[in-house]
């Protein structure tokens, strides 16, 4: 099974793209970074990719089908997406948030049953959100908002996982949480595709990075071989040190002149 999308055009306004000719490929096992400045085309991107939107050029395809082909409750069997902004019009609370997760197994007129709330509780351990199950989701911080959809997302068990920007708003520990709990499942068989601003997150948990500028591919591979300083200023317009020798931990950071 594979999630491909291939010479990815999208316009929000008629003839003004913001992909243009994009190919990736998100693979089941690894976890794939999406890089690039804001309005370079990586939210674009992955709602391309999980039906979302719809590229006037190229294509999707999962296991081989069109991804348009499939109705939204096929293509949630398949691909779990989490958005960066939460939708919490209404006072649901945090178990019953990550219970809608479950919705793709259940049903039209069905109820959850005791596989759904099993797997519930098994996010809800894996997260960490035991002690906020009863609360509203709509009185939540930024961050327990991004947590809890997060845990909806992984409750939804499908192959593959999309993210947008899943370390936003979250504090230097959950960070490491979720991601490190992300690589963990990428190891068992999960295909991840997450957004970041930060190219060190891409650096210590993502084994390929697609770095966009204005919509184009302008790098793409194992972060440690393709995040250069000279192909970051490109992508952001600013200029870039990589920080740590030889074997160990690196890490990318601004180059800021001494006074």
Avoid: W
Wanted: hydrophobic share 40%.
């Amino acid at each position: 099974m594979s999630l491909i999308g291939r010479e990815l055009f999208y316009a929000y306004v008629s003839g003004q793209f913001v992909l243009v000719g994009v190919n990736v490929e998100v693979e089941r096992g690894e976890v794939l970074f999406l890089l690039g400045a804001n309005g370079s085309g990586k939210t674009t991107l992955l709602e391309c990719l999980c039906g979302v939107r719809v590229p006037q050029r190229g294509e999707v395809s999962l296991d081989g089908k069109r991804l348009s082909s499939l109705s939204a409750r096929e293509r949630a069997k398949y691909i779990a997406y989490v958005p960066q902004f939460p939708e919490t019009t209404f006072a649901y609370t945090v178990e019953e948030m990550i219970l809608m997760g479950r919705a793709p197994h259940i049903g039209p007129f069905g109820q959850p049953g005791p596989k759904d709330r099993e797997k519930v509780e098994e996010v809800l351990a894996l997260i960490g959100l035991e002690a906020l199950r009863g609360r509203p989701v709509n009185a939540l911080s930024g961050g327990e908002k991004r947590l809890v959809l997060i845990a909806r997302g992984l409750a939804q068990e499908a192959p593959y996982l999309l993210l947008d920007e899943p370390d936003a708003h979250l504090d230097p520990a959950n960070q490491h949480r979720v991601l490190s709990v992300i690589c963990r499942l990428a190891k068992t068989g999960l295909g991840v595709a997450a957004t970041t601003h930060n190219p060190n997150s891409a650096l210590l948990y993502a084994q390929r990075v697609l770095l966009l500028r204005s919509g184009k591919t302008l790098a793409h591979g194992d972060p440690r071989q393709v995040l250069f300083p000279e192909v970051l200023t490109e992508a952001y317009g600013i200029a870039f040190q990589i920080v740590g020798d030889g074997s160990g931990p690196k890490a990318i950071l601004p180059l800021v002149e001494a006074d």
